[in-house]
């Protein structure tokens, strides 16, 4: 139980395009769902936070227009890079947690962005 | 701020032998998590330690949390190659905001 799934696990855009990536629980509701970056050899970042239905939170420095995140539903966030630009070549992961799972966030298994 | 240090960074050692990795962190906190990454993967769990005191044990890893000295340990019993991984410790600050916030990440090699 309690899996959390992303799409796409890989994608390369050019400069100036959008990339939505998207999270899923697979086997619970989440009310919250995290959003965190890593560039390579460096640690988690967390970019923002999201409860099912309403704004997002978002950590001081992320900015909010380029990183547009959705949470519609209880199984479902989305990520948004808006105009992407070769730095926010990242991987980016995102995490989910349940109300009968309060004590542990569950990872999924990140998307690689490469913008070109 | 809450802060989350481990030490060492980098740790290099031979099979059989035992090390231990430290995560110190700056505020009070009763939850704290071990999680292990490998090269272009996302974060596998390990240990949730939810009080003063908690030891668990899983395999060749042993983690135990002390609150009051803000400081959680993560032991490694007759190191095998297939730990090799980079492992993270993450503290979430009991703030009501369920934030995690990392540590700076042990890189572990282990040589045969």
């Known amino acids: 139980g309690a899996v959390v799934s992303q799409h796409p696990s890989r994608v390369i855009c050019k400069s100036g395009t959008s990339v939505k990536i998207e999270c899923r629980s697979l086997?619970?509701?989440?009310?919250?769902m995290f959003w965190y970056r890593q560039f390579p050899k460096q640690s988690l970042m967390l970019m923002a936070t999201?409860?099912?239905?309403?704004?997002?939170?978002?950590e001081q420095g992320v900015e909010k227009d380029k990183f547009l995140i959705n949470h519609a539903s209880l199984t479902l966030s989305t990520l948004t890079v808006t105009s992407a630009h070769p730095e926010d070549s990242s991987f980016y992961i995102c995490?989910?947690?349940?109300?009968?799972?309060?004590?542990?966030?569950?990872f999924g298994p990140g998307t690689r962005l490469t913008v070109l | 701020e809450l802060k989350v240090e481990q030490n060492p960074l980098f740790l290099s050692m031979q099979e059989g032998k035992n090390y231990t990795i430290y995560c110190n962190y700056s505020?009070?906190?009763?939850?704290l998590y071990w999680y292990r990454q490998d090269p272009g993967k996302s974060l596998e769990s390990l240990f949730v330690?939810?009080?003063?005191?908690a030891v668990k044990q899983e395999g060749r890893l042993m983690a135990s949390l002390d609150t009051k000295a803000r400081l959680s340990t993560l032991h490694i019993t007759a190191a095998v190659h297939d730990l090799s991984a980079t492992y993270f410790c993450?503290?979430?600050?009991?703030?009501?905001?369920?934030?995690?916030?990392f540590g700076t990440g042990t890189r572990l090699t282990i040589i045969p």
């Open positions: 995490s989910a947690r349940g109300l009968a799972l309060v004590n542990e966030q569950f």
């Open positions: 086997d619970f509701q989440a009310t919250t």
């Open positions: 330690l939810l009080s003063n005191g």
């Open positions: 505020t009070t906190s009763d939850r």
């Open positions: 999201s409860n099912e239905g309403s704004k997002a939170t978002y």
């Open positions: 993450a503290v979430d600050a009991n703030f009501g905001n369920e934030k995690l916030t």
